[in-house]
């Protein structure tokens, strides 16, 4: 039982820490991750917190994806191509700075329909951000409400979120189940988000009629530095992604797969300065925030707290289906809004197998539309709710544009209830409406 206090109070204390940014992110989530080795505490099976457990909970598999991207795209955007599709982008908008940002808004969560969220914030961040430059406005609502867009789009899928890949291996459902039960609230989510990030942003981005006219005569035929080198790199992001699609077949992680890709691609640009690109292109800072935060996560269940807090939800609901599905939307969103989601998700799909025979032989697929509504779409609570969240702000810090917790979570809190209040009557009306 102290070990469980322990741990949770170094989850708390390190959490405020960070919502309070009164010390790096990185450093405090680090610091978190290694009190909880140092105190040496006890899990729930008798043994110690060691490192060597701490370092089973880092998904390397996330840190090598993350390492990959940020490569291809640091190199994708020396050629210039960034520049280009910002400008055609905001030209087609009429350089209407709320226009651009709603269609960037459906680019994005369509893009993250099918590749994975954090690879689409990584292409459509940097783009949003030239775009605010070009019409002198701050790019920091287009960030947030593109990494609002990702999760929401990733959730559409299996391939588009980590918590709905593990569900779906878990449940043997496939592609298509998801698509089918899934897809048709996040279209209905998507389209309520527009009309809500209109209400919240129509008057606060002003653009000068001259850098607008400015813009809309910028000519686009030299923004493209290398050509020659933009069509190699499309080539590789092309195999890049029929590898992402395959990956099951082929038997190789999406890291690997990113990896590999980020590798050829250096080779292919400027092999004699990989030190430089590797120190200008990689948020080593926003990975080791990640480090830290897997080795909490991972304290956190090895000590039971996960589990005690799963199966509360479970017994407080009676076992009454049409209960646990409407409750699990919000208690998965609550949690994935201030944990990592993939641990939770690890945690409950047991759970609610074990749970499975108390239905009385009821097919328990609502359970898992709820389970995976929440934890996607929770974990656009908060700046740390979410890969992608993370990966939007260390690329806006990255560019001069730091972005504060409680900034982010003051707007994407708001798209965070509104996408949990419809997910909860989506349930309720199809499947237990009679």
Known sequence: MFSMILVLFIFVLTYMFIITEWVNKMTIALLGGFLIILCHVMTKSGKVFTQDIALTYIDWNVIFLLIGMMIIM?????????????????????????????????????ISALLDNVTTVMIIVPVNILIASELGISPIPFVITQAVASN???????????PNIMIGSATELTFLDFLINLTPVIIVITLVSLLVITLLFRNTMQVNNTK???LMEFDTSNLITNRKLLRRILIVIGLLLIGFTTQELLELTSGTIAIIAALVILIMSNRKEVEHIMSKSVDWVSLFFFVGLFMIVGGLKETGILDIVARFILTA?????????????????????????????????????????????VSIHPLWWSLALGSCLGGNGTMIGASANIISVGIAKKSGHPISFWLFTKYSIILTVVSLVISTLYIYLRYFFH
């Open 74 to 110: 640091g190199v994708l955007r020396d050629t210039g191509v960034f520049q280009y599709i910002a400008i055609k982008t905001a030209q087609f908008a009429k350089g209407n700075p709320l226009r651009i940002m709603l269609f960037m808004f459906v680019i994005t969560a369509t």
């Open 152 to 162: 929401i789009g990733g959730t559409a899928t299996l391939i588009g979120d980590p």
């Open 212 to 214: 607008r006219a400015k």
């Open 317 to 361: 609901t009676h076992s009454n289906l049409k209960l646990t599905s409407l409750a699990m939307v919000w208690f998965a969103g609550f949690l994935s809004a201030v944990i990592d989601n993939i641990p939770f998700v690890a945690t409950m799909i047991p759970l609610i197998k074990d749970m499975a025979s108390s239905f009385g032989g």
